[in-house]
């Protein structure tokens, strides 16, 4: 009885293993049979590539277009500066528009300090960029982790800079934190467990996740009527992410709570989230807006988690008009 049920399990095993291998193969040829997919950044794009030096030896890479008052781009773990392909045309004509690929992402490299300090060391290394640039007076927007990124810049820079620096903030399907009902030394250990497990499959030589589960994952990230097309570019840049990146986040961001620090946020604020978000729902959306002075919320509906791919024209908009409201730098 034992081997024919465990025979049983193994072929309902195969059976849906099979199932979502099509599945997967389907959407695949839909977006090969739609076309190119979503434009990735690259020299025919008339961007400028730069290259910052960070104070521990990494190297910070964004990419700009456009002149005018600044807008800094800020992406989610196991992206890059690919996602703000829309933002970075449809701002570019009034805006100096820079896309930051933050570290361990992208063209970044992690300097000697790896991802010790957290979401506190990505915000230093965007500080730099800003400096590095010159950036006054910008729309800083931050997308997931990215939004962590901006909030903890904004409330924990030095006396005077955010005042210079940043005129307003748009903070899209991201969270203030925790992200999870769990107590957070539960949550802790489990992250904890899971990075010490994509660390050792790094050493093992293991690259990424099996295919069909990153696309899983990057489905995840959208609403019902996802493009396939803009799947299969989440699914590549989260291919292209070290797993000692996302074993170097996981606990950070699972431990990240700047909820007790949202009323220090002093600038315009907007919030933009998809109504189908799955990863950060419209809840912590509402909590930060109702944490931060004067905060606006936009819920945009049916999109999920990436707004930029889901709904570029709608979200460039939302940003224009919040970089109108910035407020002029202090001297």
Do not use: K
Not at 200 to 207: F, N, Q, T
Request: no cysteine; aromatic share 2%.
């Amino acid at each position: 009885l034992a081997a024919g049920a465990a025979g049983v399990a193994a072929g309902a095993a195969g059976a849906l293993w099979t199932a979502q291998h099509r599945a997967v193969a389907r959407q695949l040829g839909a977006a090969a049979r739609a076309g190119a997919r979503p434009a990735r950044l690259g020299e025919a794009d008339g961007l400028v590539h730069r290259t910052v030096e960070l104070d521990d030896g990494g190297v910070a890479h964004a990419v700009e277009r456009g002149d005018g008052p600044p807008v800094v781009l800020l992406h989610g773990i196991t992206l890059a500066a690919d996602v703000w392909h829309g933002q970075l045309g449809d701002l570019a004509d009034r805006h100096r528009v820079v896309a930051v690929d933050l570290r361990g992402h992208g063209r970044s490299e992690v300097g000697d300090d790896g991802f010790a300090g957290g979401i506190g060391r990505l915000a230093i290394d965007v500080r730099q960029v800003v400096d590095a640039l010159d950036l006054d007076g910008a729309l800083l927007v931050g997308h997931s982790l990215g939004g962590m990124v901006a909030l903890e810049l904004v409330t924990s820079a030095p006396p005077g800079w955010t005042g210079r620096r940043v005129g307003a903030l748009a903070l899209v399907d991201t969270s203030a934190g925790p992200l999870t009902g769990v107590p957070a030394r539960p949550a802790g250990v489990l992250s904890g467990a899971v990075a010490g497990g994509l660390r050792l499959a790094e050493r093992l030589g293991v690259a990424s996740a099996p295919p069909d589960l990153r696309w899983w994952v990057a489905r995840l990230a959208f609403g019902p009527d996802a493009d396939p097309a803009q799947v299969a570019l989440t699914e590549e840049l989260g291919a292209a992410t070290p797993l000692r990146t996302l074993a170097g986040l996981l606990e950070p961001v699972a431990a990240f709570d700047a909820t007790g620090r949202l009323a220090d946020v002093r600038v315009p604020s907007l919030v933009v989230v998809g109504s189908h978000d799955r990863l950060t729902p419209p809840r912590h959306a509402r909590r930060l807006v109702a944490g931060i002075p004067g905060a606006r919320l936009v819920e945009l509906a049916r999109a999920g988690h990436m707004p930029m791919l889901e709904r570029p024209r709608e979200l460039s908009r939302l940003l224009a008009e919040q970089a109108a409201a910035a407020t002029r730098p202090v001297a």
